[in-house]
C-alpha cells in the first residue's frame, strides 16, 4: 500500500504541472529532443531537463541520448493504478452528492408544506 501512494504521489505531483501536461501532450503527437521542448515551451535547456527529470522518475517519459542529442517518447506507464484511484474517489463523492441532493430535495418539500401550512 505504501508503495503504491508513494507512485501515485510522484505520478499526481508530475501531472501537476502545466508544463509537463504540455510535453506529455506533445509526446504524444511524436518524439521530441529536449532542445525541441526547450523551444516550444520557451524554457531554457536546463528548466526543460528538470521537468523531463521529474516525468522520467515517474515513469511517464523515456529519454535516449545519442551523440549530444537527448530524444524523449513516452514511458510505458499507462496510469492504469491512478485511474482505479480516480474512480473509486470520483464514486465515493458522487455518492455523497446523491445524498446531499436527496436532503436538500427532502427540505425543500418540508420547506413548501410548512408554508402551505401557515398560510391556512
Request: aromatic fraction near 4%; glycine fraction near 6%; proline fraction near 0%.
Amino acid at each position: 500500500m505504501v508503495h503504491c501512494q508513494a507512485r501515485l504521489d510522484t505520478t499526481f505531483a508530475a501531472l501537476s504541472d502545466v508544463t509537463r501536461r504540455g510535453v506529455l501532450e506533445q509526446l504524444g503527437g511524436s518524439d521530441a529532443s529536449i532542445t525541441d521542448l526547450a523551444q516550444r515551451f520557451h524554457m531554457t535547456l536546463t528548466g526543460m531537463k528538470k521537468h523531463v527529470s521529474i516525468l522520467e522518475q515517474a515513469g511517464l517519459v523515456t529519454t535516449e541520448k545519442v551523440g549530444r542529442v537527448r530524444t524523449c517518447k513516452l514511458g510505458q506507464r499507462r496510469l492504469e493504478e491512478e485511474a482505479a484511484w480516480i474512480e473509486q474517489h470520483r464514486q465515493l463523492w458522487s455518492a455523497r452528492f446523491d445524498v446531499l441532493d436527496e436532503l436538500v430535495e427532502h427540505l425543500k418539500h418540508k420547506e413548501k408544506a410548512d408554508a402551505q401550512r401557515k398560510r391556512r
